[in-house]
T-cell receptor, first 113, second 111 residues
Framework: EAGVAQSPRYKIIEKRQSVAFWCNPI?????LYWYQQILGQGPKLLIQ????????DSQLPKDRFSAERLKGVDSTLKIQPAKLEDSAVYLC???????????FGNGTRLTVT | KQEVTQIPAALSVPEGENLVLNCSFT??????LQWFRQDPGKGLTSLLL?????REQTSGRLNASLDKSSGRSTLYIAASQPGDSATYLC??????????FGSGTQLTVLP
């Protein structure tokens, strides 16, 4: 089975610029998550989708971050405008259903200068 | 608010040793606890998932235990190998059905 695909792998931008990340989950997985992992810390949930509906976005900084999951499959996460503190690895994960094990992609490493 | 702590932050052992990684959490009202492995530049790989009603789970050389009442879990790795070198993270799923992660233990197994 193909894993969770993410692109790009790396991105370097200047502060105040915008950036978008893309995620393609494992086929058939209804639940999709975006996590932010700052160096030396564990991942922190940004947003959780069930099919194309948002289940939890309580920790998403909505003034600058947005995410969508059109047609309940692929998802994009956007940051606009970026701040220095957004430098992190952005991980996408999917699961068959809410209480199933999570499968993670390799992440996108964002550096904001 | 759930807090997850992992001690030690880093651990270095010679090949062949048995070792224990520790995880503690502040809110015992959890649905499950998971242990993940993260290799440099990679995502997380799920190793073991323990439901709140279970006490332990085993997979090969790995054994994870859960003591909900004391808010503790351990990951036991038997006969460690250099290929086990990675960062190990524990995560608890709480009442809001969110995973809260610890900061991880970076393990190095020396040949």
């Amino acid at each position: 089975e193909a894993g969770v695909a993410q692109s790009p792998r790396y991105k370097i931008i200047e502060k105040r610029q915008s950036v978008a990340f893309w995620c393609n989950p494992i086929s058939g997985h209804a639940t999709l998550y975006w996590y932010q992992q700052i160096l030396g810390q564990g991942p922190k949930l940004l947003i959780q989708f069930q099919n194309n509906g948002v289940v939890d976005d309580s920790q998403l900084p909505k003034d600058r971050f947005s995410a969508e999951r059109l047609k309940g499959v692929d998802s994009t996460l956007k940051i606009q405008p970026a701040k220095l503190e957004d430098s992190a690895v952005y991980l996408c994960a999917s699961s068959l259903e809410v209480n199933s094990p999570l499968h993670f992609g390799n992440g996108t490493r964002l550096t904001v200068t | 608010k759930q807090e997850v702590t992992q001690i030690p932050a880093a651990l270095s052992v010679p090949e062949g040793e048995n070792l224990v990684l520790n995880c503690s959490f502040t809110d015992s009202a959890i649905y499950n606890l998971q242990w993940f492995r993260q290799d440099p530049g990679k995502g997380l790989t799920s190793l073991l998932l323990i439901q709140s009603s279970q006490r332990e789970q085993t997979s090969g050389r790995l054994n994870a235990s859960l003591d909900k009442s004391s808010g503790r879990s351990t990951l036991y790795i038997a006969a460690s190998q250099p290929g086990d070198s990675a960062t190990y993270l524990c995560a608890v799923e709480g009442s809001a059905r969110q995973l809260t992660f610890g900061s991880g233990t970076q393990l190095t197994v020396l040949p």
